[in-house]
């Protein structure tokens, strides 16, 4: 086991805190080594004074096998595991004292206390790099049949003319294959030993990038692949979708690139919009002032439950049957506040909209103005019609 350089300052720490009492000759920690089928051997860790040249061992050493009074062992005992020894010696003609011994023996417990914490964090380091193997692994396995899904669908596209019926159909296939491969690019990173962290980290939720067409990101290029998506699943579902009936200026003005996680956000909303709202009840998604309205036309969610189901893991009584994690509201948030947005619940979606139905679920995403064109006046009724 590799001991961190924070437990061993705090031995030395330790040791270093007897060298007030004259009485005391010499301090010396071991640490146990397990062998299989064999009793545990000790290794030494540190020694006090440091500078009174290395001790041998103890299997080394046939006079520690002796008793003397003079020589006290305190063992590091955790959780019923012997974890280690100190070793305390004091000159002959001195006396133990109650004092000393408390303080000893209180030394020893931290010891302990904080070896079981190195056991513990080195188990963890070994399954998190098990774990971060395993990730590669498949991440590798991964990429091969993602590759071969698009080259198929690429000659595919090739043999449909620019006209043909299923042509948008194979070209949302190749955008969610190109979708997957940037999450399984984020689990990639996931599993490198150089993971960003702290404050300085660009991106702690490692969150696939959304590549941008054209000069600039917009929400307008940000929905429709997934009103697209949205559209084929309602057609599948035999439910009634409600698409934006036009797009407002607003959509059409540059983003920041970290504004690209907004898709994740409408992405998420959709998926439990169609996953829990019942079977033949309308949804859609409408365009408000620097909002986004994800709505279905289902159950209101209950009031005690209505800011429940934003915390993480938490779900709403209607969905316990049914399989997820409780993660997606509670990302949509933090991402929608990380942008200094906000994600709010309504169960009248005809008060943001008139022409929604009175009673269901309407999750509304507010997003701030762009700054590529802050608001200076009475904001402008210009549309493009879809």
């Known amino acids: 086991m590799q001991l961190s350089n924070r437990f061993l300052t705090l031995?030395?720490?330790?040791?270093?805190?007897?060298?007030?009492?004259?009485?005391?000759?010499?301090?010396?920690?071991?640490?146990?080594?397990?062998?299989?089928?064999?009793?545990?051997?000790?290794?030494?860790?540190?020694?006090?004074?440091?500078?009174?040249?290395?001790?041998p061992e103890i299997a080394d050493d046939p006079l520690l096998r002796i008793p003397a009074p003079e020589r006290h062992w305190f063992p590091l005992r955790h959780d019923d595991l012997l974890l280690g020894v100190l070793r305390a010696e004091q000159q002959r003609e001195s006396e133990w004292s109650e004092q000393l011994d408390h303080r000893l023996q209180a030394s020893a417990s931290a010891l302990a206390y904080s070896l079981g914490l190195e056991l513990e964090r080195s188990r963890l380091l070994d399954e998190l790099h098990q774990h971060r193997q395993q990730m590669n692994l498949v991440v590798h396995q991964l990429r091969n049949?993602?590759?071969?899904?698009?080259?198929y669908a690429q000659l595919l596209l090739r043999r449909l003319g620019p006209e043909h019926l299923q042509r948008p159909l194979v070209t949302g296939l190749l955008q969610e294959q190109a979708q997957l491969d940037r999450y399984i690019t984020s689990l990639d990173l996931i599993g490198q030993e150089n993971l960003p962290h702290g404050p300085e980290a660009p991106a702690p939720l490692l969150l696939p990038q959304v590549a941008s067409k054209g000069p600039g990101l917009t929400i307008e290029h940000l929905l429709q692949p997934l009103i697209e998506r949205a559209a084929a699943t309602a057609a599948l579902q035999n439910r009634a979708w409600q698409a934006p009936r036009n797009w407002p200026d607003w959509t059409q003005e540059i983003r920041p690139d970290d504004d690209a996680v907004v898709s994740e956000v409408v992405a998420n909303l959709l998926e439990n919009a169609f996953r829990y709202s019942p079977t033949g009840c309308p949804l859609g998604l409408s365009l408000l002032e620097h909002s986004i309205l994800i709505w279905d036309?289902?159950?209101?969610?209950?009031?005690?439950?209505?800011?429940?189901?934003?915390r993480k893991g938490e779900r709403g009584s209607s969905s316990k049957d049914q399989s997820g994690s409780g993660l997606g509201l509670a990302l949509a948030r933090l991402l929608a506040e990380e942008r200094g947005g906000a994600l709010v619940l309504s169960t009248n979606p005809n008060q943001l909209d008139p022409s929604l139905p009175s009673r269901g679920n309407g999750f509304l995403l507010s997003l701030p103005p762009s700054p590529e064109k802050a608001p200076t006046g009475p904001s402008t009724t210009n549309q493009r019609s879809r």
């Open 145 to 151: 049949p993602l590759a071969a899904l698009r080259t």
């Open 11 to 55: 031995v030395k720490q330790q040791l270093q805190s007897f060298s007030g009492d004259a009485s005391l000759e010499r301090l010396v920690v071991y640490i146990a080594q397990s062998s299989e089928g064999d009793a545990p051997s000790f290794t030494m860790l540190d020694q006090w004074p440091p500078d009174g040249g290395r001790l």
């Open 297 to 310: 036309g289902g159950p209101p969610i209950p009031d005690q439950e209505q800011e429940l189901i934003f």
